[in-house]
């Protein structure tokens, strides 16, 4: 993973972690072929506020660190998964029935993923 990926993944995790969000996966994707970022971070929330709280504190986490502003942010009407593209990585916050229904982590199974440990 490059320095600039790392500092992006990093610093979504960190924003994450600040709003209790939980099994944060890091998903590297810079090898695989036919991807259209080099890597996801994905997590999950146990309620719609939860989840637009921890879409609001990786966006703040993400401008104050990092002078980073998200290309798109899609979902947030409902919060049942929200997605932040960064460009070289989208962030994806889950309810844990709609990332158990979409399983976005099996569809790269192939790529190294890295689970983050919960804080709590």
């Known amino acids: 993973m490059t320095e ?3 500092k992006l993944v990093d ?3 960190k924003g994450i972690q600040e709003k209790k969000g ?4 890091i998903i590297d994707m810079e090898g695989m072929e036919g991807v259209i970022c080099k ?5 999950e929330g146990t309620s719609p506020s939860q989840i637009s709280a921890i879409a609001d504190s990786v966006e703040e986490f993400m401008r104050k660190e990092l002078k ?5 942010i899609a979902g947030m009407e409902n919060c049942i998964w929200v997605a ?3 460009v070289d990585v989208m962030v994806h916050i ?3 029935d709609a990332r158990d229904f979409y399983s976005l982590e099996s569809l ?5 993923t890295t689970e983050i440990p919960d804080l709590d």
Request: charged share 25%; net charge neutral; proline share 10%.
């Open 108 to 112: 790269w199974e192939d790529a190294p």
């Open 4 to 6: 600039n990926v790392k």
């Open 22 to 25: 939980r099994s944060i996966n």
């Open 39 to 43: 890597a996801f971070v994905v997590c």
């Open 84 to 86: 932040m593209d960064y």
């Open 11 to 13: 610093t979504a995790v």
């Open 94 to 96: 889950f309810l844990p």
């Open 68 to 72: 980073e502003k998200p290309v798109r």
